[in-house]
T-cell receptor, first 114, second 114 residues
Framework: KQEVTQIPAALSVPEGENLVLNCSFTDSAIYNLQWFRQDPGKGLTSLLLIQSSQREQTSGRLNASLDKSSGRSTLYIAASQPGDSATYLCAVSTIKAAGNKLTFGGGTRVLVKP | KAGVTQTPRYLIKTRGQQVTLSCSPISGHRSVSWYQQTPGQGLQFLFEYFSETQRNKGNFPGRFSGRQFSNSRSEMNVSTLELGDSALYLC?????????????FGPGTRLTVL
């Protein structure tokens, strides 16, 4: 059974500092991994999708890396801003004969202080 | 393109009642997945519908059911509500199967069971 862990559960940084968010998974037979952002009481916003054949994906200040063999993905956010304050979740699509299943991590709550 | 919409946004019910939630996917998307989000359990997968067929199911009791219509709109039903069903219910759509494609989430329906 796939288990996805995000450590730390919460993070507080001063504005301008780079953010490093971690996601680890136990089953390396993944199809893709997706990073999301969630603001309080809202739905999830897709940030980046990395296919299992890719090592990294970039969008603006965001860069996500994937190391399938070690079961890890890292989301980097450069030059953080107060508007980056949110909860960040990763979701792993695990390959199953009956159909891929998505498993979410518990999220990392980020606070960027002005 | 309009995003994923969910109705209603907020709902208050009492124990024993039943509830129906609705989700309209992004135009052209054929897959709709449902998730339950609670502070204690995080985001948990309920089920996925693709082309009106349930493709995948999470570990929830039979009180939770769903369906998808020919226009890809989906409904989720919870019967005999329990206090523990209080949660944010999120739906997500994707152009193909959820495990193979990027997912786009709606704003959620906040269900409170009294």
């Amino acid at each position: 059974k796939q288990e996805v862990t995000q450590i730390p559960a919460a993070l507080s940084v001063p504005e301008g500092e780079n953010l490093v968010l971690n996601c680890s998974f136990t089953d390396s037979a993944i199809y893709n991994l997706q990073w999301f952002r969630q603001d309080p009481g809202k739905g999830l916003t897709s940030l980046l999708l990395i296919q299992s054949s890719q090592r990294e994906q970039t969008s603006g200040r965001l860069n996500a890396s994937l190391d399938k063999s070690s079961g890890r993905s890292t989301l980097y956010i450069a030059a953080s801003q107060p508007g980056d304050s949110a909860t960040y979740l990763c979701a792993v699509s695990t390959i199953k004969a009956a159909g891929n299943k998505l498993t979410f991590g518990g999220g990392t709550r980020v606070l960027v202080k002005p | 393109k309009a995003g994923v919409t969910q109705t209603p946004r907020y709902l208050i019910k009492t124990r024993g009642q039943q509830v129906t939630l609705s989700c309209s996917p992004i135009s052209g998307h054929r897959s709709v997945s449902w998730y339950q989000q609670t502070p204690g359990q995080g985001l948990q997968f309920l089920f996925e519908y693709f082309s009106e067929t349930q493709r995948n199911k999470g570990n929830f009791p039979g009180r939770f059911s769903g369906r998808q219509f020919s226009n890809s709109r989906s409904e989720m039903n919870v019967s005999t509500l329990e206090l523990g069903d209080s949660a944010l219910y999120l739906c997500a759509s994707s152009p193909g199967l959820a495990g193979l494609n990027e997912q786009f989430f709606g704003p959620g329906t906040r269900l409170t069971v009294l």
